[in-house]
Nanobody, 123 residues
Framework: QVQLVESGGGLVQVGKSLKLSCAAS????????LAWFRQAPGKEREGVSC????????WYSDSVKGRFTIAGDNAKNAVYLQMNSLKPEDTAVYYC????????????????WGEGTLVNVSS
């Protein structure tokens, strides 16, 4: 049974940092590319960042570029999202996903999803 479990969400003030973690079981993450998505209230789910497992190439949405950093740890079968300089518009449920490919335009082929973790940025 495949499981992706996110953690690290919570309430944080504007300008502060938060690090999300995603632990996988039932799959080995080095066989996939990995991604973080988010869904804000009343909005569609959007890709935030992904990392291509073969060469470590990363992609970030324009809204988080320069503030967020994605990293994978194959030894721990985990992926992380370091979020700095948080803004109120970053408030959302964040999901990790094991995907087929992380391209120059973002993630493709979402195979497995976690249940999400809520990030709430207060002003």
């Amino acid at each position: 049974q495949v499981q992706l479990v996110e953690s690290g969400g919570g309430l944080v003030q504007v300008g502060k940092s938060l690090k999300l973690s995603c632990a996988a079981s039932g799959i080995t993450l080095d066989a996939y590319s990995l991604a973080w998505f988010r869904q804000a209230p009343g909005k569609e789910r959007e890709g935030v960042s992904c990392i291509y497992s073969s060469n470590g190439r990363t992609w970030y949405s324009d809204s988080v570029k320069g503030r967020f950093t994605i990293a994978g740890d194959n030894a721990k079968n985990a992926v992380y999202l370091q979020m700095n300089s948080l803004k109120p518009e970053d408030t959302a449920v964040y999901y990790c996903a094991a995907i087929e490919f992380c391209g120059v335009s973002g993630p493709y082929g979402m195979d497995y999803w976690g249940e999400g973790t809520l990030v709430n940025v207060s002003s």
